[in-house]
């Protein structure tokens, strides 16, 4: 699986961003899919996950009700609308996909390469 993530870009505080993740497979849609950020200075973790039909989501405490993760299996798709958004969510965010939520929450199997998103205060 090939994922290549775009959208990121400088915001000031309380604004929005979309990102983006293209996948390339046919098999898309069996998969789970998710959002990670690294930060500056810090270890990538986690930020958002769904499932493979778009059933079930789920998302770090810091960016709960904040952030919202789609997808669209006809585009091979997934998203991250981002909105509220705030100096600490700066950072590298990779797309990744695995098969299922569980498993892409601790160790996915795929990495896209990153999109930078710079929040400035």
């Known amino acids: 699986v090939q994922l290549q993530a775009s959208g990121g870009g400088l915001v000031q505080a309380g604004g929005s961003l979309r990102l983006s993740c293209a996948a390339s497979?046919?098999?898309?849609?069996?998969?789970?899919l998710g959002w990670f950020r690294q930060s500056p200075g810090k270890e990538r973790k986690f930020v958002a996950a769904?499932?493979?039909?778009?059933?079930?989501?789920d998302y770090a405490d810091s960016v709960e009700g904040r952030f919202a993760i789609s997808r669209d299996n006809s585009e091979n798709a997934v998203y991250l609308q981002m909105n509220s958004l705030k100096p600490e969510d700066t950072g590298v965010y990779y797309c990744?996909?695995?098969?299922?939520?569980?498993?892409?929450?601790?160790?996915?199997?795929?990495w896209g390469q990153g999109t930078q998103v710079t929040v400035s205060s």
């Open positions: 990744a996909a695995a098969g299922t939520t569980a498993v892409l929450k601790t160790a996915p199997g795929y």
């Open positions: 497979t046919r098999t898309f849609r069996v998969y789970s």
């Open positions: 769904i499932s493979w039909n778009g059933g079930n989501t």
